[in-house]
């Protein structure tokens, strides 16, 4: 199914998703106060979500262990090894 994130969002700058493995029943029919949408499907349903004022908080509703894009994972590793909490 493809996916395209939200100009301006951090999914935007990791990546837009485009095709992507999901498997869910259920989606996001609306968001919490402080979340901002990231990424919908081609039907409008929400497919990521994320927390704008967070250094990395993202949400997604897809499998990225399951596709070929490594991005996601990428971001994660890249914005670990600059947080200064986790380092020893």
Do not use: N
């Amino acid at each position: 199914m493809p996916v395209r994130a939200v100009p301006g969002t951090a999914l935007a700058r990791i990546g837009d998703p485009g095709e992507v493995m999901h498997y869910h029943h259920q989606a996001i029919d609306r968001t919490a106060p402080g979340l901002t949408v990231s990424a919908y499907a081609d039907d409008g349903t929400i497919e990521a979500v994320e927390v704008p004022d967070h250094a990395f908080a993202l949400a997604v509703q897809w499998h990225p262990e399951a596709g070929a894009d490594p991005s996601l994972f990428e971001a994660l590793v890249a914005m670990a090894g600059k947080m200064s909490y986790l380092s020893p």
